[in-house]
């Protein structure tokens, strides 16, 4: 928000935008808490003094501001120099702060805008002495003459440039002189230098500016002259041009895939709240991708925990905004989309590999009620023969929604519910939330008494145990940043599996959310809860609806931990679970952050059952398929509100191609589950998830991959066509893999769907029948029982006969599809292994073939082999775009039946080969 929207509150917001209804409330400071105490008002007061003081110092050293000065800077270059909300800038108050104060007009229809309060191009910055070379780099000397209108500039920085690979490289500014509180991620360290980076790094010295460009192209890749730079105690701040306009990532944000660089403000905070758009949301990721001119991609992340802001402008220009920390960027030069995916995770860490029944289908509500209605439920799903792996359950099973409690009246049969899923080869997984109710009488309830008496609960800036309210009244909130916590949790988890069997666990309310603003006792009046800049985040003050931002944690306080909480517990439980199990962990995650996706999938929140939530959730999808946590869904057929079967229909086959694959209901709202619509409906839904569920060998394998490089799964489509521009904006259509493609109907009555298709051949994975595309959209039937999935060329694909659970079609046998490029090859690969155990690939259990079509010839080839292939037959190859009929097949050099359909698709059936040894199939 700039001081251009301040001036005009009468204006409603961002009108022209269909979702307007439902934003304001995320850049609005909530006065009522704000008022609340007459202290605030004196520190606001005091802080006002303080700015306008420095004002006047900074004032008198410089006088006079020639106006042409500010009004040469093109609009676009006009960086924001009173970000504050809730201030009407004037010219007084913008020229305190030593910057140009220059009206514009407001652009008709939207609420931000070119920022009236900017920089001036002399605004005082850090100067950067001499470089000293180092063995990773060089380091420098960054030094601030003058003061800033924030309090505690830190004068002597020290910057640290590292070339830890040919295609990454490390910038570092820190406080020179006394550490500060740096995120504790595990980023494997680099001993030696990178030889020949695609990158150069060149520095401008006064004003201090960062330049990073592409050696092969030349082409800028950062440039942070353009604005001043701040290092301040409690305000960070850094800006820089684009080489483009094609910016994606930054989450957790309700917002197209490629983001708006229309003055947007973006915010970090984690934040219980249904997803609405430009509210800071579940999840911090500091992270962005851009696709440069000429295809080439690059990325940068920004490892900080603390509020942040992301101002986009159309320069095109981004500005980091964190309101501690240190500035600590990687920067990944691809040069391919995919390229910088992987690059990012080669410092985030790779994501998990999941378990196979994972992948399978997940039925969830909130408000069965009871066990029995549950089992009800599955029962009914495995009569009607329609796939479900993994039953759920909501807050709901808990007694008076305690953690690690079982409703012994309405879920006396949930031990015996699981046992059932267990014997049918199906699996259960259960909610828990962080906080621990804390009302009882000691000796009542193990998990509170057992942690005060272990001291693992946060505390007050005063160091007393902090009391928020969550589901079942007060609580406390573990510190999941202490290693007896994860001690304390395990055994709680433990203690709660001896008695219900659960195979994996929701993570939920992990903001950690809170119905308090702070605490029962309020939050201190000090820097930490209400810093001298709060970053638009949603209520206005950072304790809304979370924990006081002094709280105390064993390694720091709040201010710093908050955004890591979802992580941290994520950790605890994964390896919670491991030592419970023994087998791989499976736990979604609400809140999240960068290295999640080693711990932890997440849903997309609470959205609720609308079209353009279904909508939503593809740019969702992609998102985190860019932050390095590939298992990931929305709730299908929406959380909150009535869903009809219509949407629902839909929504269960987009959903049936989301990596993770929930659908997930509140309370009150009618069942959503598939049996509960007509048999038309149910069927269709069947069918969709029976796709899903032939479509998983090829799933896993790109979990696999995704585990083994940070390769993307679900995956946008310019990441394969990075040269066709015209796939940059699509987020209606993704792929799965190189090869899939995916273009659902996500609009009501529609009996057909419009989807680009790159250059190239394109089959229908049903039928085989091909189109030979230019580069153009399409118009395609779409009748309500049917979804639009496509092969591209050269792609094959391993697919296994559906059954109604994973345990069972895992056993099933595998038809190969191979879909021919035009120049009548394909290439494919399988990954497989007993789909549980850990550590399978580290530890060499699994089995992997390459699958390859040359001259006529699918080729099975496999280069690693454990027991677990040899259970498996392959059972029919199924080949599109054999353009002449061919006149024999042999198999293994055996002559064998196949049969050729005019829309160039060979089959040949009851192949009865066993996976673990390579064969050859030829066409002639
Ligand atoms: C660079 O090296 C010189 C000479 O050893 C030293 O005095 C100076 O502090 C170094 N500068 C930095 C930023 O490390
Ligand atoms: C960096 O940006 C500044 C300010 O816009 C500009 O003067 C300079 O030429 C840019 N440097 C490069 C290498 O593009
Ligand atoms: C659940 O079903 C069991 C077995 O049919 C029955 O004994 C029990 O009373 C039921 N519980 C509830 C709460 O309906
Ligand atoms: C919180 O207070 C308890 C009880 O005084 C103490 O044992 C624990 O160490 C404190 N934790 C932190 C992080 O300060
Ligand atoms: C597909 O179209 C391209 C031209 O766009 C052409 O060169 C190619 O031969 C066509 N391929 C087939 C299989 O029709
Ligand atoms: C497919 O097989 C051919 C012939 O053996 C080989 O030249 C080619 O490299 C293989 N392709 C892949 C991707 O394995
Ligand atoms: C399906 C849907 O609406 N998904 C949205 C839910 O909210 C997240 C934000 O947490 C969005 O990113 C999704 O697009």
Redesign the pocket.
Known sequence: MTSYQKLNTSVPPEAGDEAADEKPLCHQKLSAWWLGGGLLMVAALLSGVTVWVLGQIWWSQHKVFPLPKCASIPENLRFDCYPERGTVVTRELCEKRGCCFVETDRPIGRARGVPWCFYPPDFPSYSLGSMNETQMGMVGLLTRQTKTYYPSDIEKLQLSVEFETDTRVHVKIIDATSPRYEVPLDVPRVAKRAENPVYTVEFSKDPFGLIVKRRTSGVVLINTTVAPLFFADQFLQISTLLPSTFLYGLGEHRSNFLHSLEWTTLTFWARDVPPMESCNLYGVHPFYLVMENGGDAHGVFLLNSNAMEVALQPAPALTWRTIGGILDFYIFLGPDPNLVVQQYQQVIGFPAMPPFWGLGFHLCRWGYGTSNETWEIIKAMRNYQIPQDVQWNDIDYMDGYRDFTVDPQKFGTLPQMVEDLHKHGQHYVMILDPGISSTHPPGSYWPYDEG?KR?????TTQ???LIGKVWPGLTAFP?FS?PNTHQWWLENLNRFHALVPFDGVWIDMNEPSNFMDGSQEGCSQGELDSPPYVPAVMGGFLPAKTICTSA???TSVHYNLHSLYGLMEAKATASALIKIRGKRPFIISRSTFPSQGKYSGHWLGDNRSEWKDMIWSIPGLLSFSLFGVPLIGADICGFSGSTSEELCIRWMQLGAFYPFTRNHNTQIEKAQDPIAFSPAARTAMKEVLETRYALLPFLYSLFHRAHLQGDTVARPLFFEFPKDVATYSIDKQFLWGRGLLVTPVLDPGMDSVIGYFPRGIWYDYYTGSSVNSSGESLKMAAPLDHINVHLREGTILPTQKPASSTSVSRRNPLRLIAALSQNANAWGDLFWDDGESLDTFEKGDYSYLVFNVTQNTFISTVLHSNVEASYIMVEALTVYGVRDEPKRVTVNGKEAPFSYLKNQVLSVNNLQLNLSHGFSIRWM
């Open positions: 005060l001291g693992i609960f946060i505390n160091g007393k145990l510190d202490n105390r944690q064993s």
